[in-house]
């Protein structure tokens, strides 16, 4: 696909952000710093080539590789050297500097003091893995030099809980750069970029997770069938190469991890069941693997919404591509490099309607809590679902003003996501009967219908796909 798509939000922070690097601020230091995490893929770096390109001044834009200290040093003072940076070429002949202390002071030599300028680095744990004295260089160059300077530092890395540590109490760079998260692109933003109707880009969104490099292989128009059977016909494609590459940077050694995450990926949701479909593992190991993908935002831990307390807590994949890549696309690489994917394309047709409709709720649920000043009852905070261990009842959407123990309900529904399949009186009469055992709803709760392929019931209020995708719009 041709063009860049979304993203306006996190542009429009970046050039809040450079605004006083370019006015020379009111303390007398201008000079600022940004630490921007987000998955791997999900198009962190091309949103900075956007912004540097649309800001179009002098930059330098610098990817480590992780290797060696050393390697990156070089690699670093070779950016330096060819950088759009006033005479950086009089850099070209200097030797590589052995030091991070070395190398950031011959970046403060090399920027301008009377123009703005930007500086990249991206993958920057790298760095911080290769140099445990690194982030203390960081932290002294900002100090002392850097933050006096009419220039943006820009620090990027797909390690999430690492990029989150780093500005934390008592690391060096502690409250020293503004934190910003680049999340997937959002249905709305898949939408526009294929030219697809709601429904069909909530399930684009769901196979490609948001991820850009997915998208711009998918044709403009294509239905979702169009797109397998294209993609499923090669082994290089990023709809199959994206989530073996994210796992393994994400768990290089942890492979319990691994295991754990992969029988989430097939529909465990149990803490019990979990252990079990991963070969198993004590309950010690079934934790600390938990804790470990949760803490990487891999897997989402789900309470049950409503005035009374609840330990059933339930598990999911919390990246919309992992989950369809674990579901279908992993397991069947291994027939799509012997020429069968077409086998795999039937493992997904006969597993679509009911893997789609539980993959689907945690994005209606997202789109109502952006919805909610205007879609919802008011005092409406939060947005989940509710359970129990026999899953009778289980209700797909509980409104209340707060989690995971609401003081109120605020509204209760269902999602109905079938084609050619609408919300009717025999759903609204299972909706009242599980309202009736909801704690902390009562027959004047209001009840919500969201449905794929509209409403016949009446005396409920209901949203469509049209109306979902106008809550990521403003994105």
């Avoid at 480590?64 to 005479?87: K, W």
């Avoid at 029988?263 to 479909?277: C, K």
Wanted: glycine residues 10%; negative net charge; contains cysteine.
């Amino acid at each position: 696909m041709n063009g860049f798509i979304g993203r306006r939000n996190e542009l429009g922070l970046l050039e809040d952000l450079l605004s006083p690097v370019r006015t020379g601020g009111r303390s007398g230091r201008p000079g600022r710093a940004v630490l921007i995490r987000g998955r791997r893929r999900v198009g962190k770096s091309r949103l900075v080539e956007e912004f540097v390109e649309r800001a179009g001044i002098a930059h330098l834009f610098f990817t480590a590789v992780g290797g060696s200290r050393e390697e990156d040093l070089a690699g670093f003072t070779a950016e330096v050297a060819t950088s759009s940076l006033p005479d950086a070429d009089r850099f070209a002949d200097f030797a590589a500097p052995q030091t991070w202390d070395a190398a950031l002071a011959l970046l403060a030599s090399a920027l301008p003091t009377d123009a703005p300028s930007i500086v990249v680095m991206d993958e920057m744990p790298y760095l911080v893995r290769e140099d445990p004295s690194f982030e203390g260089a960081l932290q002294k160059a900002f100090d002392r030099t850097l933050s006096k300077l009419p220039v943006l530092l820009v620090l990027i890395g797909s390690d999430i809980a690492m990029m989150e540590q780093l500005n934390t109490y008592g690391r060096p760079f502690y409250q020293r750069g503004t934190e910003m998260v680049v999340p997937p692109l959002t249905p709305a933003d898949v939408a526009r970029m294929l030219d697809l109707p709601p429904a069909d880009a909530f399930d684009a969104y769901l196979v490609s997770g948001g991820l850009p490099l997915i998208l711009e292989e998918w044709p403009q128009g294509a239905s979702l069938w169009d797109y397998l059977g294209l993609a499923l016909r090669r082994p290089t494609s990023a709809l199959l190469v994206s989530g073996e590459r994210t796992l393994a940077a994400e768990f290089p050694t942890e492979a319990q991890a691994r295991t754990v995450l992969g029988a989430i990926g097939h529909g465990e949701r149990t803490f019990t069941l979990i252990g079990r479909a991963a070969g198993g593992l004590n309950p010690g190991s079934v934790t600390r693997s938990l804790d470990l993908l949760t803490g990487r935002r891999m897997v989402a831990a789900d309470l049950p919404l409503s005035t009374r307390p609840s330990r059933e807590t339930r598990y999911r994949i919390d990246d919309p591509y992992l989950r369809f890549w674990l579901s279908f696309i992993g397991p069947g690489i291994p027939a799509v490099e012997r020429g069968r994917g077409d086998r795999v394309l039937e493992t997904i047709r006969a597993g679509w309607t009911s893997w789609r409709g539980r993959a689907v709720e945690p994005v209606v649920r997202e789109s109502l809590w952006r919805l909610a000043d205007d879609r919802l009852p008011e005092g409406t905070n939060t947005v989940g679902g509710y359970w129990t261990r026999t899953n009778d009842p289980e209700i797909d959407i509980i409104g209340a003003d707060r989690a995971p123990i609401a003081k109120k309900i605020t509204v209760v529904g269902s999602i109905k996501w079938l084609e050619n399949k609408p919300f009717d009186h025999r759903d609204l009469a299972r909706l009242i009967n599980h309202r009736a055992q909801l704690p902390g709803a009562d027959e004047d709760t209001p009840l919500l219908a969201v449905a794929r392929s509209g409403c016949t019931a009446e005396g409920i209020d209901h949203l469509l796909p049209e109306d979902l995708i106008q809550a990521w719009s403003s994105d």
